[in-house]
């Protein structure tokens, strides 16, 4: 069976720093592209960053460039997401989710391309 499982989340002050991970079971993560998502109250949910299969080439969300680096392990099938610099509006729900073949450079941050997802860690970023 197939599961995505975030953790890491929490409260942060503005330029601090989290960690999240997400463990993944019933698949092995250098063969799928995962990507990571957020979703604020109210607002959509945007993709924030992906590393793909294989390959391992990573993709991220202009807003975040410069302040999160996606990572995998593939002896611990977890891919991470380290976030520098914190601000307020990074404050959201943030998921891990497994892409559909066929998932590339100009379309990653659709959730559409995404069929496995976990169940989500909260980050707020406040003083």
């Known amino acids: 069976q197939v599961q995505l499982v975030e953790s890491g989340g929490g409260l942060v002050q503005p330029g601090g720093s989290l960690r999240l991970s997400c463990a993944v079971s019933?698949?092995?993560?250098?063969?799928?592209?995962i990507g990571w998502f957020r979703q604020a109250p109210g607002k959509e949910r945007e993709g924030v960053s992906c590393?793909?299969?294989?390959?391992?080439?990573?993709f991220a969300a202009d807003s975040v460039k410069g302040r999160f680096t996606i990572s995998r392990d593939s002896a611990k099938n977890t891919v991470y997401l380290q976030m520098n610099s914190l601000k307020p509006e990074d404050t959201a729900v943030y998921y891990c989710?497994?892409?559909?073949?066929?998932?590339?450079?100009?379309?990653?941050?659709?959730?559409?391309?995404?069929?496995?997802w976990g169940q989500g860690t909260q980050v707020t970023v406040s003083s």
């Open positions: 989710a497994s892409a559909l073949l066929g998932t590339r450079r100009t379309n990653w941050g659709n959730p559409s391309r995404y069929n496995y």
């Open positions: 019933g698949f092995t993560v250098d063969y799928r592209t």
């Open positions: 590393i793909s299969g294989e390959i391992g080439s990573i």
